[in-house]
T-cell receptor, first 115, second 114 residues
Framework: AQSVTQPDIHITVSEGASLELRCNYS??????LFWYVQSPGQGLQLLLK??????LVQGIKGFEAEFKRSQSSFNLRKPSVHWSDAAEYFC?????????????FGQGTTLQVKP | DAMVIQNPRYQVTQFGKPVTLSCSQT?????MYWYQQKSSQAPKLLFH???????NEADTPDNFQSRRPNTSFCFLDIRSPGLGDAAMYLC?????????????FGDGTRLSIL
């Protein structure tokens, strides 16, 4: 069965420090992978996606993620975190069939940024 | 800007009193989804429409129903809300065409049950 694991429930980093959020997936075929961010009281915003090709993908807000098939991972990174990055981050794998894009989400990682 | 709009942002209802949440989109997407998200949890898919075709998740309670009268609008009806139904409800859309298409989310409706 498809699944997504985000091992870190809560991460705290200092503003300006680098960030890496971990994501591991279980999926039988080539996965379609997504990272979403959710600010308090708001919906989810797509940061980036991976379908195929270059395993390092760039997203919005200075985020990037690297797909590593051998490790079944799709970790999210940012070289320098800003206070406005504090939010909940969800990794997801596209697991639908036919014409619909069903998403399987990880449990999320809460990012806190210290001044 | 094209977007997904959910109304209201906050909804309070009484235990057992039917409530309807609404979602509209200007993206002209084929697929519309409803998710339930409880505090500190991932969104949980309740059901989705591909055009007018309704697809219910196996573990979605019968208490939850949905209507999609046209491409732009989709409604979530909770027939008899219980305390356990208090949550954020998220609407999302996608173009269809398989799982490659990212989903676009509204800002959600936070439902409270008195």
């Amino acid at each position: 069965a498809q699944s997504v694991t985000q091992p870190d429930i809560h991460i705290t980093v200092s503003e300006g420090a680098s960030l890496e959020l971990r994501c591991n997936y279980s999926y039988g075929a080539t996965p379609y992978l997504f990272w979403y961010v959710q600010s308090p009281g708001q919906g989810l915003q797509l940061l980036l996606k991976y379908f195929s090709g270059d395993t390092l993908v760039q997203g919005i807000k200075g985020f990037e993620a690297e797909f590593k098939r051998s490790q079944s991972s799709f970790n999210l990174r940012k070289p320098s975190v800003h206070w406005s990055d504090a939010a909940e981050y969800f990794c997801a794998v596209g697991a639908g069939s036919g014409n619909t894009g069903k998403l399987i989400f990880g449990q999320g990682t809460t990012l806190q940024v210290k001044p | 800007d094209a977007m997904v709009i959910q109304n209201p942002r906050y909804q309070v209802t009484q235990f057992g009193k039917p409530v309807t949440l609404s979602c509209s989109q200007t993206l002209n997407h084929n697929v519309m989804y409803w998710y339930q998200q409880k505090s500190s949890q991932a969104p949980k898919l309740l059901f989705h429409y591909y055009d007018k075709d309704f697809n219910n998740e196996a573990d979605t309670p019968d208490n939850f129903q949905s209507r999609r009268p046209n491409t732009s609008f989709c409604f979530l009806d909770i027939r008899s809300p219980g305390l356990g139904d208090a949550a954020m409800y998220l609407c999302a859309t996608s173009r269809g065409e398989g799982t490659r298409q990212p989903q676009h989310f509204g800002d959600g409706t936070r439902l409270s049950i008195l």
